[in-house]
């Protein structure tokens, strides 16, 4: 595709070969916000930005990748898995997930101060990244920054989730929710990111079975690098060479 600016777009269905939507360069490409591809096998987004509105990407299906794409202050989410239908081998690799504007507490509307009663941030874009119902999904190489209230959710129901390589310069409140709600996700790998000082917590772990959290670097912040959240659920949880600097 040429650089340029484009409507949103809506694919429903796509079951032949890989349909590829690349970009001439990266970043290029600027599409209106609430972009849909649901119910297709095989696509690749590469290289688009968008900006504002409720949602910058819904996606819904399997062999999907997106890279090297920009997605800037959305209220609701930069790319999210819907739930429904379970989706499969998600891939989003080399992304930007950018926000600076601080937004109301959702739970008491009439607070617009952009934060809470104890100090902590609340984003106007409340998550970069948000899965939902899939099988297996893979977070590797993106750049998160810099508030967020959930730069990246596994939400509920991800059969197995790796978040890779990943830099969080800020986030906020939350770096990773892994596991966000019930129903639980089975298992996820967290290594090799780096997490910045700007956040309320690195990883909150609620409702996941198996959470292996492992070569991580957090820089030293008032909040924890890894928060266990109590939950009914029987959890194994695996914490090794992790490091914290200052």
Same mark, same amino acid.
């Given at each position: 595709?040429?650089?340029?600016?484009?409507?949103?777009?809506?694919?429903?269905?796509? =079951?032949?070969?890989?349909?590829? /939507?690349?970009?001439?360069?990266?970043?290029?490409?600027?599409?209106?916000?609430?972009?849909?591809?649901?119910?297709?096998?095989?696509?690749?987004?590469?290289?688009?930005?968008?900006?504002?509105?409720?949602?910058?990407?819904?996606?819904?299906?399997?062999?999907?990748?997106?890279?090297?794409?920009?997605?800037?202050?959305?209220?609701?989410?930069? /790319?999210?898995?819907?739930?429904?239908?379970?989706?499969?081998?998600?891939?989003?690799?080399?992304?930007?997930?950018?926000?600076?504007?601080?937004?109301?507490?959702?739970?008491?509307?009439?607070?617009?101060?952009?934060?809470? @009663?104890?100090?902590?941030?609340?984003?106007?874009?409340?998550?970069?990244?948000?899965?939902?119902?899939?099988?297996?999904?893979?977070?590797?190489?993106?750049?998160? $920054?810099?508030?967020?209230?959930?730069?990246?959710?596994?939400?509920?129901?991800?059969? @197995?989730?790796?978040?890779? $390589?990943?830099?969080?310069?800020?986030?906020?409140?939350?770096?990773?929710?892994?596991?966000?709600?019930?129903?639980?996700?089975?298992? $996820?790998?967290?290594?090799?990111?780096?997490?910045?000082?700007?956040?309320?917590?690195?990883?909150?772990?609620?409702?996941?079975?198996? @959470?292996?959290?492992?070569?991580?670097? =957090?820089?030293?912040?008032?909040?924890?690098?890894?928060?266990?959240?109590?939950?009914? /659920?029987?959890?194994?949880?695996?914490?090794?060479?992790?490091?914290?600097?200052?």
């Amino acid at each position: 595709m040429a650089v340029g600016k484009y409507p949103s777009f809506n694919i429903n269905s796509h =079951f032949e070969g890989v349909l590829t /939507l690349r970009c001439a360069s990266a970043g290029g490409c600027e599409f209106q916000p609430n972009n849909r591809a649901t119910g297709v096998d095989g696509l690749v987004i590469d290289g688009i930005k968008i900006t504002g509105g409720n949602n910058g990407l819904y996606i819904q299906g399997k062999n999907i990748v997106v890279l090297n794409s920009t997605f800037v202050e959305q209220t609701s989410a930069g /790319l999210t898995v819907i739930p429904g239908t379970q989706s499969d081998n998600i891939q989003i690799y080399r992304n930007h997930f950018q926000n600076a504007k601080l937004g109301c507490d959702y739970r008491h509307p009439h607070n617009c101060t952009g934060h809470l @009663s104890d100090g902590t941030p609340v984003a106007e874009m409340d998550y970069g990244v948000r899965i939902h119902d899939t099988r297996n999904v893979k977070i590797e190489g993106n750049t998160f $920054g810099t508030v967020f209230n959930h730069a990246i959710s596994i939400k509920y129901s991800v059969v @197995s989730s790796i978040i890779k $390589g990943n830099n969080f310069r800020g986030c906020g409140r939350a770096c990773i929710d892994f596991g966000q709600e019930s129903p639980a996700s089975t298992e $996820g790998t967290i290594t090799g990111n780096k997490f910045g000082p700007y956040r309320k917590a690195g990883v909150n772990v609620r409702w996941m079975k198996k @959470s292996v959290i492992t070569g991580n670097v =957090f820089t030293k912040s008032q909040g924890a690098d890894i928060k266990v959240i109590s939950v009914p /659920l029987s959890r194994v949880i695996i914490q090794s060479s992790n490091t914290t600097n200052k």
